[in-house]
C-alpha cells in the first residue's frame, strides 16, 4: 500500500492551506455572526478552480481526481466549513451527477458554467417530511406535452439562494414507488419558484440553507437528467460520492481545532508551565491525533476506491461515520483544552465545534450510514 501523496496531490494541498489562511481566516468570525454568504471567498475559490476539480477540462474542470479533491476540502474545513460546504455540494453532488448522467446538451449548456464557478449548483432531495428518504418523494412532476409541470417544497437546500442551477428530485409515477421517481434541472428565476427565507442554524451559519417551493414550474423535458424513473439511483449513487466529500469536510473540521489545540497548549501557561507539559492535555492530544488519522484513513480510502472505479458506498459510508463522530470528539476536547477561552468567539474552537455537528447530519444521519455499511456487509 502507497500512502506517499503525489506531487499534484501536495501542490493542491498546499495552495488550499494558503487560500484557507490568507482569503477564509480573515473574517470568518463576523461571517458566522451574522450568517454571511462567504461571496467574495467563493468567488475567489472558483478562480482557483476549487469548484469543478474533478470535472473532464474539456468541460471545464480541472480533471483532477477525488484524492485531490477531499485534500483541498480538508484544508478549506480547516478554516470555513461554509464556505468548504458550498464547493463540496458543487463538485460532489451537482457537477459529478452532471457529467455522469448528464446528455452532452446539458453539459454544454450546465456543466461548463459550473465547472468554473461562474454559477453555483444546489442538490434538492430533502423534503419538510422525507427528509433525505429518496423514497418518500411528495414533490411532483407530472408530463404535459413537452414539459413537465413541477410542484412541492424542498428544504435543507445548500447554496439555496446563491445557486442559479438546482437538480431536482421529484416523483413522476407515484404508482410505481421509488421506480417512479426522476431527477430534472431547474433554474433560478423560472414561474413559480420561490426561495424561501434563510435558515438560522447554530453551525455553518455562513452557507445559505433554504427552504424551496416549486408552483406548476414548467420544466422543458430537455431537462430531466436520464429517463422516468432513474431519480432514486441517481440520488443514491450522487449521495455515495457525497458523503466522501463531507467526511472530508469533518475530518477537515476535527484537524482545524487539534491544530489549534496544539498551539494554544505550548502558549498557555499554568502552575508554571505549558499546559502541554502536563500530562492531561497530552492525553487528550494523542487521543485526538490518533481519531484523526484514523479518520483520515478511511476519508483517503473512500476517495482511492472511487478512483480506482470500485464500488466505493460502503467504504464512503463508514468514512461520513467515523470522520464526523471524530469531528464532534475532538472539537468537543479542543474547546476544553482551551478552557474558558474555549467558549468565546475569538479563539474560533467553539465555532468549529457547532460546525462539526451538521457532519452527522447531512448526506444522511449516523443511522442511515450504519444503515449503508451493514448492507454493504450483509451481500
Not at 506517499?4 to 501542490?11: G, N, P
Not at 490568507?22 to 482557483?48: C, H, N, W, Y
Not at 455540494?89 to 446538451?105: F, I, M, Q
Not at 468565546?344 to 457532519?359: P, Q
Request: hydrophobic share 40%.
Amino acid at each position: 500500500m502507497n500512502f506517499q501523496l503525489t506531487e499534484e496531490h501536495l501542490a493542491v494541498q498546499e495552495a488550499a492551506r494558503e487560500f484557507a489562511n490568507t482569503e477564509l481566516l480573515p473574517g470568518v468570525i463576523e461571517r458566522d455572526t451574522e450568517a454571511k454568504f462567504p461571496t467574495e471567498q467563493i468567488k475567489k475559490m472558483s478562480e482557483l478552480g476549487f469548484m469543478g476539480m474533478m470535472v473532464d477540462p474539456k468541460y471545464n474542470g480541472g480533471g483532477m481526481d477525488t484524492i485531490a479533491y477531499v485534500l483541498a476540502m480538508e484544508e478549506l474545513s480547516k478554516i470555513d466549513a461554509s464556505a468548504s460546504v458550498s464547493m463540496s455540494v458543487n463538485n460532489s453532488l451537482v457537477c459529478w451527477g452532471l457529467e455522469k448522467y448528464g446528455t452532452e446538451e446539458q453539459k454544454e449548456k450546465y456543466l461548463k458554467k459550473l465547472a468554473t464557478g461562474e454559477v453555483l449548483g444546489a442538490f434538492c432531495l430533502s423534503e419538510p417530511e422525507a427528509g433525505s428518504d429518496a423514497t418518500s418523494q411528495r414533490t411532483e412532476a407530472t408530463k404535459e406535452g413537452d414539459y413537465y409541470i413541477l410542484n412541492g417544497t424542498k428544504n435543507w437546500i445548500t447554496n439555496g439562494s446563491s445557486a442559479s442551477v438546482y437538480l431536482v428530485i421529484a416523483q413522476t409515477d407515484a404508482s410505481k414507488g421509488h421506480k417512479g421517481i426522476s431527477v430534472f434541472i431547474v433554474e433560478k428565476g423560472w414561474e413559480g419558484f420561490v426561495i424561501g427565507k434563510k435558515e438560522d442554524k447554530l453551525g455553518i451559519r455562513g452557507s445559505d440553507t433554504h427552504s424551496l417551493m416549486f408552483t406548476d414550474v414548467k420544466v422543458p423535458a430537455s431537462n430531466r437528467i436520464g429517463e422516468e424513473g432513474f431519480g432514486f439511483n441517481f440520488a443514491m449513487e450522487t449521495l455515495n460520492g457525497g458523503r466522501i466529500g463531507i467526511a472530508a469536510q469533518a475530518l477537515g473540521i476535527a484537524a482545524g481545532a487539534y491544530e489549534m489545540s496544539v498551539a494554544y497548549s505550548k502558549e498557555r501557561k499554568a502552575f508554571g508551565k505549558p499546559i502541554s507539559q502536563h500530562q492531561a492535555i497530552q492525553f487528550k492530544l494523542a487521543d485526538m491525533a490518533t481519531q484523526i488519522e484514523a479518520a483520515r484513513m478511511l476519508v483517503y480510502k473512500a476517495a482511492w476506491l472511487k478512483d480506482q472505479g470500485e464500488d466505493y458506498a460502503h467504504a464512503s459510508a463508514m468514512a461520513k461515520l467515523y470522520a464526523s463522530e471524530v469531528a464532534m470528539n475532538v472539537t468537543v476536547e479542543a474547546v476544553q483544552v482551551h478552557g474558558g477561552y474555549g467558549y468565546v468567539k475569538e479563539y474560533h474552537v467553539e465555532r468549529l465545534m457547532r460546525d462539526a455537528k451538521i457532519t452527522q447530519i447531512y448526506e444522511g444521519t449516523s443511522e442511515i450510514q450504519k444503515i449503508v455499511i451493514s448492507r454493504g456487509l450483509l451481500k
